[in-house]
Nanobody
């Protein structure tokens, strides 16, 4: 089972950028959804951006399309989330996960069982 360690969070002003990193260790398969979800205080965790290892397709929540980019460095076993044009609404704890799934089309909607410890992103107006 994969283990995830996130980093790269911080505090920025609206319009700023951050890049989150997630080092994934342990077993990762050729049909995994790997990606990021976030949870703001008092809200449910929501999927943000995922990549499906089976075909490298990427999936984004509508709220971040055009602003966030997910990428993966296989040699470093690291997942990235480049976040540009950050808005106060992006303030949340960001979590990384990686789990097997039959189809990448489910990456944004499926439930995940294991997460990293999270990294906090705070965007001020």
């Amino acid at each position: 089972q994969a283990q995830m360690v996130e980093s790269g969070g911080g505090s920025v002003q609206s319009g700023g950028s951050l890049r989150l990193s997630c080092v994934v260790s342990g077993y990762t398969g050729y049909r995994d959804c790997m990606g990021w979800s976030r949870q703001a205080p008092g809200k449910e965790r929501e999927a943000v951006a995922y990549i499906y290892t089976g075909d490298s397709n990427t999936y984004y929540a509508d709220s971040v399309k055009g602003r966030f980019t997910i990428s993966r460095d296989n040699a470093k076993n690291t997942l990235y989330l480049q976040m540009n044009s950050l808005e106060p609404e992006d303030t949340a704890m960001y979590y990384c996960t990686s789990e097997w799934t039959y189809s990448g089309s489910t990456c944004l909607s499926r439930k995940y069982n294991k997460w990293g410890q999270g990294t906090q992103v705070t965007v001020s107006s």
